[in-house]
Structure formats: C-alpha cells, structure tokens
C-alpha cells in the first residue's frame, strides 16, 4: 500500500532518502534475510554499531539449529512472519473484524472502551497519555529515563550501547539472536544512583503501543541502591494474528539496588511465545521476577537471575494456565555465582481441557558459592483427567556449603475440597473457581492490585464451565 | 409435615454397605442426640444428609420440608438451609476463611451475583466472633489450614452462626476438644438454639455423653451397624453412660422383645423405648 507522506512524495520511491522516523514508510513483506535487517535499521536510522550487531545477530539465528529440549517448535514458519511493519500498518483491523470471543472477554473483564479498540488492534487512542505526561515529568526530575527503545538509542545512544546484549548476548540462543536481529520497541529504564521509583512504571498507561510489539527489546539498568518495579502487559487478550512473539529483556542491577519485573500475558491462543528475560544482580542487589502466563499456544520463558556478587537475592514467582490445545513451559533459572546467595523460586501451574503446564527450572550453584540458599517450589493443580503437567527441575551444585531445597506437588482439585466449599451453599463452579484463585494467591498477592483483580476474573472466565 | 424425614435409608461407600435402612423424623426446635460405637454408620448418615458425593444411596428417601433431599446439589441444601458441622473439615489454601465466609453468607442469603456488602457482613462477623469467644484474627488466615483441631471446630459452630441454618448436623464437633472448649461450643450453640426461637433443629452426633450436659437433647438415639436401635429421652444418655454401648449391646435382644409385647421399656423407673 503506498501511502503519500505529507510532503506529497511517494515514499516507496524515496524510502531510503527519508529520515522522519515517524512517518517512515516501509515496503513490508514476509520473511527475513540481510535485506530486511538493513532496511528495519536504516529505517530506523540506527547507529552503525546497531546495523552490525542485527547483521550478526542475523547470521547466529540462520546458524543456529532450533532447539529440541523443550517444547514443539517446528510448525514456527519463520519465512511466513512480517518482520517489522510500520506503525500505519499495524492499524489496519475495523473493530467488526474482531471476533467475538474477544469482545466478550473484553466486556466480562470490564476493560475500558478506548482500551478494547487499542488491545484489539482496531485503535490507538491513549487515554491515559495525559496521566503519563506527568508522570514523565516527575522522573525526569530524577533523572529518571523510561522511554521506548528506539527512542532511547536515539536519545540516550551511549547508555543503550554499554548495556546492550550484555546480559542476553545474540548467541545465547536461536530466539534471542532472531530478536536482537530484528527488535523494535520494547521499553529503555535508567534508574539512577539511590532512586526510588515509587509507583510502578507502566501501569497507569499500559495501552502504550511501543511496548507490545512482536519483537520488543526491553533494557532496564539499576545504579547502586536504586528501586524501581516495572510491569508489563494486562490480563486483556492481546489480540494479534501474529503468529510469534519473541521478546528480549534485559536487566543489570546494580550493588544495593532492588527491581521487580511483573508481566501479565494473555496472548491469543493462536501464538507461539518464545521469551528471553535475564537479569545480573551484583553485590546485595535483588532481582524479583513476578511472571504470570495466560492465553498463547506455547510460552516457553524462563526468567533468569544471575547472581554474580555476594549477598545477591533472587527471586522468581510465576503462574500459568493451559486450557484446551495451549501448552505453558514456564520456570526459571537461578545462577548463584558469588558466596551468600539466595534466591527463591515459586511456580504454579494449572491445566485443565487437555492442557499442557509446567515447570522447567535451573539452580545451578559455582564452586565457592558459600553460604548459599535456594528453595524452589512448583506447585501444578490438574483440573481434569485429560490435562498434563510435566516438572523438569535440574540442579547442578558444585559447593558444599549451600543450603538447597526443592518441592514440587502435583495435585488435583479434591472431592473433598468441592464438597465443604458446596456444603456451604457455594455453587459447584465458584467452589472451583475458588479453589483455583486459592492456588495462585501466593503470586496474584504480590501483583499490583488492579491486576490481582483483573487475574482473578480472568481465571474466573477461564474457569466458566468446568464443573457439570 | 416433619421438617426433615428419612425412611429406610440405605447407603454404601465403594462396595461396603454402612447403612441399612435408618429411620429418623427430625424437626426444628428439636435436638437430636446421635450416638453409637465407631463405625456404626453416624458420620455416614451425617454426610449422605449433605450430599457427600463420596456415598451412593442404595434405597430409602429423606424429605427435606417435605422435598426430596437427595434430589438436591450439596449447596442447594445448604442453601435451603440445611447445614453440617465437620468431623474433619478440610483446609482450602489461599482462601482466607473471611472472604469463603461472605461467599457461604452471601449464599445463604441468597444473593446471587453480589456479595453481600461489607459493612454489613463485617459487623455480622464481628458480632459471632465475640458471642463464639474467637480470636479475629483467625479469619484472616486460610480456611482450616494449619489450624489446631480445636480452632477448626470452633470455626464450623462458627460457619453454623453466620449461616443460621434451619437444621444442623454436628458431626462429633465436640470430640478433641478439652472440656473449656466443649462448653464454649455448647454455649454457642445453645445461644444459636435460643435466638432462633424454634427454628432451628439439630442432629448432635457424638461419641460421649460429656456434650449432653451441656446441650440438653429433646431425644436420644442410639445407633449400632447401620440402624436406630434404640432411641429415648435424655436419660438415655445417662443410661449409656453407665452401661456402656456394649451394656445396650447386650440387652438389645431383650430390650426388642419387651419392646414387642409392651410397647415400651422400664429400666431404673424410666421410661425409654425402642422405636425401630
């Protein structure tokens, strides 16, 4: 589709002429060689460094075979996948064409109309752009940064290339190197020296289109003594017929410093999505992940915490829900690199309709590591007799002086538990429901509270139906 | 029309047969004691009446106001008023016992895609809380998890004062509990007894006679293998209590036979008789 720019030039004649990043427009077509990365970069006009570092990540992700430990990848057609598409173009959906279901969903959870649209792919109007303008205002006081990667290596280029793939290198594996080869958007947190962030970051604009790309590159960097809690995402269905999602989340946390990272992800059930976090956490710091995984075909994620300093904390708390013909493979992965570690790792599972949940998980403890603790629980509740749950948990200590400990319960919702939930006069489904909600409390109290909220309706419409 | 009526009713658990043919007219205003040996079939009778999915009902009906009871869903029944007191409540993890309480409440109260709201609840809840002598913070825990036996019972009498139901099942709610427990409970539940002003029947299923001193039974029934064996007045309890189940074992044979030719039994100058 051309489209005439204000100048009254066509673009398509013009594209590598013209530098308003805004109102770039892009020849999309499917499939991904050198072509498409030079022109995503160009179009962005990156730094040359950031051109070399796509092309070479670009090579590693053609290299590299899929891998074959986990889940199924081989449907994934990556020459069938637009790489990257304009902003105008990712705009084209009528709300009409929005199926039903989605609409339903969207009204049972009580999401806003302007934000219906946006989730839904058929509008972008930002309510809350006023809100976040304030806000901006206030951390920039600070010297705060909070700002969509490409804006940030525009703005802040020296800061984004000392981090950069740092923590997550392009040949850490075939998706992370497919992301750095063709990130764009995602969102850049510079927290400086003894800073506290005091309300979390995004979640009073979470309809914010930059950060819910397909391939979106997160980096967000602690200094000494900082905190600051960053949450992505909202329990709405992210309605896409994109097939893939592959993000990159980076994270360096600085002596004393404290992140927390919350994601509430309800991708339609249609994608596959294939998620790359890691943090390093340095002397005392804490890293807390907080990773609740809903909708998708697949998600294979596994926030990680390195800690490579003494006294670095961890801690990695996730749920996740598989319904009919979706499989969750989530976990984590501790790595205590430096003596007086600790990290605490939590997961929940639930399947039911022939669902597949699970936990996949590393401790994995250097030699010299003293005086280490880890204790990881996964905890998977079955709601039927078609549903799977599978727990793959791998240690591999190399210090004596450590203290491990590792639970994993598979239950099932108990006769018993239905029966004096009934007996009280609750119908069967809320006693289920409450059951469930029960299962999760560990994880959806340390959410903020209107994703608490929205997290227990969800599971509550997931849950519609399950008993007679 | 009895306000809960259960003829003949024959019941299994897997292959085994606990109940065999039990008979029992209950009304509101009423107290029911149930006693008898382990494993004669009163835990049985007490969650079949519920609706204990884990029991198949072989023969036999209950009337619940004159409808069929075992028609009925397990919260049906609670909500039409109808309420058990555990032997061995379950624990729910990650539900606190104050949000599982306004669901049950809003239930009962019959209120439907609302809770009930929380000012109202909150008092309500404040007010059994005092009148049972339960510490608050109780219910701000998960329901029964790591609670001492003696808390859980005190929680389903205090369950039983939210719901205000129309006929309860005390399944051995008095058993574990040391004797200051067994009266606080006792109290409660006559308090529940006298603010319902004869709406409120009760089946006290007990092992021992201890619970009877302190709630008064309008009859006694004694239970042995699956059936009513014996049933009578308070004295009944006492006479248990000196003789022993094994002591009315005994005597079951020539109690049935005087039962037979005169319609009743004397025993120490008081009357009890043998109804089925």
Redesign the interface.
């Known amino acids: 589709m051309a489209v005439t720019n204000q100048l009254g030039i066509d673009p398509d004649k013009y594209k590598w002429g013209f530098h308003d990043p805004e109102k770039y427009v892009y020849k999309s077509r499917k499939g991904l060689d050198r072509e498409i990365v030079e022109m995503i970069s160009s179009m962005k006009d990156e730094p040359e460094w950031m051109r070399a570092y796509r092309l070479h990540s670009l090579e590693h992700f053609q290299q590299r075979p899929l891998p074959t430990w986990g889940a199924n990848l081989a449907q994934i057609d990556f020459n069938d996948i637009y790489y990257y598409l304009k902003p105008t173009e990712k705009k084209q959906r009528s709300w009409d064409e929005v199926p039903e279901n989605i609409k339903n969903t969207f009204e049972k959870l009580g999401i806003p109309e302007a934000e219906r649209k946006f989730l839904a792919g058929a509008g972008a109007q930002y309510e809350s752009e006023s809100v976040y303008h304030n806000l901006k205002e206030e951390w920039e006081k600070l010297g705060v940064i909070f700002l969509d990667t490409d804006s940030a290596l525009r703005e802040h280029p020296d800061i984004v290339r000392e981090y950069f793939g740092t923590v997550v290198p392009p040949e850490d594996n075939k998706l992370a190197s497919l992301n750095s080869a063709v990130w764009s958007g995602g969102s850049f947190v510079y927290v400086p020296e003894g800073v506290h962030v005091d309300i979390p970051l995004q979640a009073y604009f979470r309809i914010n289109a930059q950060n819910m790309g397909q391939f979106e590159r997160t980096l967000i960097i602690c200094e000494p003594g900082s905190y600051v809690h960053y949450v992505e995402g909202c329990t709405a269905p992210i309605y896409t017929t994109d097939s893939l999602h592959s993000a990159v989340v980076e994270i360096i946390v600085k002596e004393g410093a404290r992140c927390r990272y919350t994601t509430i992800q309800n991708w339609s059930t249609n994608t596959y999505n294939l998620v790359t976090k890691r943090a390093v956490a340095y002397r005392d710091a804490t890293m807390e992940w907080v990773d609740g995984n809903l909708g998708s075909k697949l998600t294979m994620k596994y926030p990680s915490v390195f800690m490579v300093e003494p006294g670095a904390k961890a801690e990695i708390l996730s749920v996740a829900f598989a319904g009919r013909g979706q499989h969750q493979d989530p976990g984590g992965k501790v790595i205590h690199a430096a003596p007086h570690t600790q990290s605490v790792v939590v997961s929940k599972s639930i399947a039911k309709d022939g669902g597949r949940a699970g936990y996949r998980g590393l401790v994995k403890i250097y030699p010299g590591a003293k005086g280490s603790k880890s204790a990881v629980r996964c905890d998977a509740l079955i709601l039927d007799d078609r549903s799977r749950s599978d727990t793959y948990p791998t240690m591999e200590i190399d210090e004596q002086d450590v203290s491990i400990t590792h639970e994993a319960t598979v239950s099932k919702v ?4 239905l ?10 489904d ?2 289920m429901n ?2 469930v ?6 994880i959806v109290k340390e959410l903020p509270l209107e994703y608490a909220v929205e997290l227990n309706r969800l599971i509550a419409l997931e849950m519609e139906g399950s008993v007679g | 029309m009895a306000d809960l009526e259960i003829r003949d009713l024959t019941v299994q658990v897997e292959e085994k047969v606990i109940l065999k043919g039990a008979n029992l007219t209950l009304n509101k205003g009423e107290v029911h004691a149930l006693m008898g040996p382990n494993g004669s079939g009163k835990s049985t009778l007490a969650n079949v009446l ?5 029991y198949q009902v072989v023969k036999g009906e209950v009337l619940y106001k004159g409808q069929d009871l075992l028609a009925m ?3 049906e ?3 039409r008023g109808l ?2 007191a ?1 032997q061995y ?2 624990s ?4 606190t016992m104050s949000s ?1 309480l306004r ?2 409440v809003s ?2 109260r019959g209120f439907d895609k609302e809770l009930m709201p929380v000012g109202e609840f909150q008092k309500l809840l404040k007010q059994k809380l005092d009148e049972l002598r339960i510490e608050p913070a109780i219910v701000s825990r ?1 329901v029964n998890e790591g609670f001492s036996g003696g808390e859980k019972k005190r929680l389903e009498i205090l ?1 039983m004062a939210m ?1 205000e139901p129309e006929i309860a099942i005390m399944d051995e709610t008095d058993s574990g509990l040391d004797i200051d427990s067994v009266k606080v409970v006792a109290d409660g539940v006559n308090r529940m007894l006298a603010q319902a002003k004869g709406n409120l029947g009760i089946l006290l299923i007990t092992h021992y006679s201890r619970i009877l001193h302190f709630i008064k039974p309008s009859y006694v029934h004694v239970m042995f293998d699956g059936r009513f064996v014996v049933s009578g007045g308070p004295d009944l309890a006492e006479e248990l209590e000196q003789s022993g189940y094994e002591g009315i074992k005994a005597q079951f044979e020539v109690i049935a036979a005087e039962v037979q030719a005169e319609g009743a039994v004397r025993r120490a100058g008081k009357v009890f008789w043998v109804a089925h």
Not at chain 1, 419 to 428: A, D, E, H, N, P
Not at chain 2, 50 to 54: S, V
Not at chain 2, 92 to 95: D, E, K, L, N, S
């Open positions: 108990s006769d018993e538990q029966f004096y939930l009934m007996s009280r006069g609750i119908k069967g809320e006693a409450m059951i909600r029960g299962f999760v409390e560990p | 519920m609706g204990n999915p884990t869903s397990p919260d029944r609670a909500r309420f058990i555990f409540p379950v729910i993890p990650g539900v599982f669901t049950a239930a009962r998960y369950q719901l």
